[in-house]
């Protein structure tokens, strides 16, 4: 069983960056793959990205390639999802997840705000 949590959100202006860092707990994190998604009032939950188990293999959502970077560091337990050149219509609570054939596990999520 893995727990997650994420952190570095928070209110940037636009064109500005952000890292945001999810922290796993468990012995068997490196197994998982894992996701970014984020959700913003009114709209569905939106993939962002995701990263194999041994960080070798990304995927990214179209509105975000180029710009944003997943990465992740088995060693500390955590992923991280690198944010640069940050758009308004990026504002969203972000969670990452993890899982093999489906996403089990789920953080609670953190805020980015960009603003105009």
């Known amino acids: 069983q893995v727990q997650l949590v994420e952190s570095g959100g928070g209110l940037v202006q636009a064109g500005g960056s952000l890292r945001l860092s999810c922290a796993a707990s468990g012995r068997t994190f490196s197994s998982y793959a894992v996701a970014w998604f984020r959700q913003a009032p009114g709209k569905e939950r939106e993939f962002v990205a995701r990263i194999n188990w041994s960080g070798d293999s990304t995927y990214y959502a179209d509105s975000v390639k180029g710009r944003f970077t997943i990465s992740r560091d088995n060693a500390k337990n955590t992923a991280y999802l690198q944010m640069n050149s940050l758009k308004p219509e990026d504002t969203a609570v972000y969670l990452c997840?993890?899982?093999?054939?489906?996403?089990?596990?789920w953080g609670q999520g953190t805020q980015v705000t960009v603003s105009s």
């Open positions: 997840a993890a899982g093999a054939a489906v996403w089990d596990y």
